[in-house]
């Protein structure tokens, strides 16, 4: 049973910095891409950022381009998602997500396997 854990989230002032972390449990981690998508109150579940097998493989959604970075250690099972100049638009549950590689995946429907998601709140 692959389990996908996030950790990490919290309260932030706006123009700061957050770390999540994913650590996965069960499965093959590296065979799977990794991404993370997140919910803002009273808003769909949108894509955020994907990493496939290398770094050859990478995605972002043009919201957070250049203010967020995607990486994994397939040695400890665990991707993060380095956050920074937030804003208040952040606000938001950020989920984990494991789907198949090895090219990054933009669309929910792509992955299988989700986390429960950990909560990001920016404040002005």
């Known amino acids: 049973q692959v389990q996908l854990v996030e950790s990490g989230g919290g309260l932030v002032q706006a123009g700061g910095s957050v770390r999540l972390s994913c650590t996965v449990s069960?499965?093959?981690?590296?065979?799977?891409?990794m991404g993370w998508f997140r919910r803002a109150p009273g808003k769909e579940r949108e894509f955020v950022s994907s990493l496939g097998w290398t770094t050859r493989f990478m995605a972002y959604s043009d919201s957070v381009k250049g203010r967020f970075t995607i990486s994994r250690d397939n040695g400890k099972k665990t991707v993060d998602l380095d956050m920074a100049n937030l804003k208040p638009e952040d606000t938001a549950v950020y989920y984990c997500?494991?789907?198949?590689?090895?090219?990054?995946?933009?669309?929910?429907?792509?992955?299988?396997?989700w986390g429960q998601g950990t909560q990001v709140t920016v404040s002005s």
């Open positions: 997500a494991a789907g198949p590689g090895p090219a990054a995946r933009v669309t929910e429907r792509e992955y299988r396997y």
């Open positions: 069960g499965g093959s981690f590296s065979t799977y891409t």
